[in-house]
């Protein structure tokens, strides 16, 4: 038999429901997290409401799969506009695929237009004894790309456009087209309903790896 709520944690409870009402997120998610959470009464206390919170989120963020093939090089490309964090994604990216999954990975850049992309990206290769290459025009890719053959997964970082930037984004297409890649990945801007630092201990977990 479930225990049902103390008074002082319904309270907490309808707290966490209105704050999460008032950053408009769907009454939907809303009632299934604090169902949840009564459902979970016997488990939680003052100190572990936040993470079973947390829990019951990242239960909810549907995840996927990259199709890794061990016969060939899995060529993955961010896009998105500047300043989403393109880069620092595939940066941890990169880290669990070569740590955790234990992956052969290579980085290419082609956002040479970004003050301090390139070196960004080069620092963070260089900590994590990362392989990494830039190419400067699309010709360029496919030469880039056979260097790292011997790689299981290859992250693309493209430089931020607008949606609006018709001319720019076929640019774009023009490195990725030459790169053949298997994957395009958008990267967007999320509001987070209640931790900042949840989207990264999700990364950092693998969760948004699986």
């Given at each position: 038999m479930?225990?049902?709520p103390?008074?002082?944690?319904?309270?907490?409870?309808?707290?966490?429901?209105?704050?999460?009402?008032?950053r408009e997120v769907s009454?939907?998610?809303?009632?299934?997290?604090?169902?949840?959470l009564?459902?979970?009464?016997?488990?939680?206390?003052?100190?572990n409401?936040?993470?079973?919170?947390?829990?019951?989120?990242a239960?909810?963020?549907?995840?996927?799969?990259?199709?890794?093939?061990?016969?060939?090089?899995?060529?993955?490309?961010?896009?998105?506009?500047?300043?989403?964090?393109k880069?620092?994604?595939?940066?941890?990216?990169?880290?669990?695929?070569?740590?955790?999954?234990?992956?052969?990975?290579?980085?290419?850049?082609?956002?040479?237009?970004?003050l301090?992309?390139?070196?960004?990206?080069?620092?963070?290769?260089?900590?994590?004894?990362?392989?990494?290459?830039?190419?400067?025009?699309?010709?360029?890719?496919?030469?880039?790309?056979?260097?790292f053959?011997?790689?299981d997964?290859?992250?693309?970082?493209?430089?931020?456009?607008?949606?609006?930037?018709k001319?720019?984004?076929?640019?774009?297409?023009k490195?990725?087209?030459?790169?053949?890649?298997?994957?395009?990945?958008?990267?967007?801007?999320?509001?987070?309903s209640?931790?900042?630092?949840?989207?990264?201990?999700?990364?950092?977990?693998?969760?948004?790896?699986?």
């Amino acid at each position: 038999m479930k225990a049902a709520p103390s008074k002082q944690l319904e309270k907490e409870i309808d707290e966490i429901a209105d704050t999460l009402e008032q950053r408009e997120v769907s009454k939907t998610i809303i009632k299934s997290l604090t169902k949840h959470l009564r459902d979970s009464a016997s488990f939680i206390e003052g100190s572990n409401l936040e993470n079973y919170l947390l829990s019951s989120l990242a239960s909810m963020i549907p995840t996927t799969t990259f199709k890794v093939s061990k016969n060939k090089t899995t060529k993955i490309a961010l896009v998105g506009p500047t300043g989403v964090g393109k880069t620092t994604c595939i940066a941890k990216l990169a880290v669990i695929s070569k740590i955790i999954h234990k992956l052969k990975v290579g980085l290419i850049s082609i956002d040479t237009y970004r003050l301090g992309a390139i070196d960004q990206l080069r620092i963070f290769s260089e900590i994590s004894d990362i392989e990494m290459a830039v190419a400067y025009e699309a010709e360029e890719i496919p030469k880039l790309v056979k260097k790292f053959k011997g790689k299981d997964l290859i992250f693309i970082d493209t430089v931020g456009r607008s949606q609006k930037a018709k001319e720019n984004l076929e640019q774009i297409r023009k490195y990725l087209d030459a790169a053949q890649v298997d994957e395009t990945i958008l990267v967007a801007n999320a509001i987070l309903s209640v931790n900042p630092a949840f989207l990264a201990n999700l990364i950092y977990s693998g969760k948004l790896y699986k």
